[in-house]
């Protein structure tokens, strides 16, 4: 497997995890100096450094009862960079749905996503934040 396809897979397992319930595997694959950065003007926007400030953003996920399904979309991959897109989808309350696009820009170094970029409608993400 060449080394872009290895770091796609790699991009892709992490949110494989994430939508499995394996937050703790998810952040096994971040570098533990990891930068971070979120779009917009939310409170969770901006960068974060860490594995567990990237972690902690886990958090509003691991509250969704029946935890969020991503619907992968293309996958471009050079040198050590990723460019995934993806929709989000889950259900807050029974009456209540959150669904999103994301486009997320990776950057992997020996096995591990040693940076993020995350770009997302920040008016659905809020409105869902708030719901928590």
């Known amino acids: 497997m060449a080394n872009t396809e290895q ?3 790699i991009c892709r397992k992490f949110h ?3 939508m499995e319930g394996k937050f703790d595997e998810a ?3 971040l570098a533990p100096d990891v930068v971070w950065w979120v779009q917009g003007n939310m409170a969770v926007s901006g960068y974060h450094h860490g594995r567990a400030a990237v972690a902690a953003l886990f958090t509003p996920l691991k509250a969704l009862p029946n935890g969020i399904v991503f ?3 293309a996958a471009t991959a050079e040198d050590d ?3 995934s897109e993806m929709v989000a989808h889950a259900r807050i309350t ?3 749905s959150y669904n999103n696009t994301y486009h997320f820009l990776f950057r992997v170094k020996d096995g591990l996503i040693v ?3 995350e770009y997302l409608d920040t008016k659905i993400t ?3 934040l708030a719901q928590g």
């Open 7 to 9: 770091n796609k897979a």
């Open 16 to 18: 494989v995890n994430i």
């Open 27 to 29: 952040e096994a694959l």
């Open 71 to 73: 619907t992968f979309g």
């Open 81 to 83: 960079r990723v460019s």
């Open 94 to 96: 029974d009456t209540i």
């Open 115 to 117: 940076e993020g970029k």
């Open 126 to 128: 809020s409105e869902f």
